[in-house]
């Protein structure tokens, strides 16, 4: 599939790799504001957000054995990563995170717009969950054609066709 997947100039994916921890801990916990709130000594938060992180990172493995899990360069500049898992008729877009710097700038946009291309031509769909706190993200993805299929308490599960 990544070899599929067209994409505008300057912007390119690539697998993960070991090297790539500390950037991918940075951009976890840049989408997880809500356990800066909690009455914790620094020491104590780090170790949390570590422990979340690499909670989430072998749940995705355990979920997702065949998931693709990319970083998303714009001009061989880390801005990002996504995760996909790809069936016959589907591409699940697992997580998908832009670094603060450059959110809001159509950085993303760019790469569903590529994702969504691609499940176009393969003839498939594309679906993805997103927090129901997130307004910014769901505002994006209900620009670009994503509707809601499913809610539950704390997740819009999204679906382009």
């Not at 690499?54 to 065949?66: E, I, K, S, V």
């Not at 898992?85 to 603060?100: E, L, Q, Y």
Request: with cysteine; net charge neutral; proline share 5%.
């Amino acid at each position: 599939m990544l070899e599929d997947l067209v994409l505008p100039a300057a912007y390119s994916l690539r697998f993960v790799h070991k090297n790539d921890d500390i950037f991918l801990f940075s951009l976890f916990c840049s989408t997880r504001t809500e356990f800066s709130l909690l009455p914790l000594p620094p020491q104590q938060l780090e170790l949390l957000l570590q422990q979340q992180y690499r909670l989430q990172q072998t749940g995705y493995a355990t979920q997702y054995p065949l998931a693709m899990s990319l970083v998303i360069e714009y001009q061989s500049v880390n801005i990002g990563k996504i995760v996909i898992n790809k069936s016959d008729t589907s591409v699940h877009i697992v997580d998908f995170a832009i670094a603060p710097p450059y959110r809001g700038c159509g950085y993303g946009s760019a790469i569903l717009e590529s994702v969504k291309a691609y499940a176009h031509a393969n003839g498939a769909t594309v679906t993805l969950g997103v927090d129901r706190q997130n307004m910014r993200a769901r505002r994006l993805y209900q620009r670009l054609g994503f509707l809601p299929y499913e809610i539950s308490e704390t997740h819009e599960w999204m679906l382009w066709r």
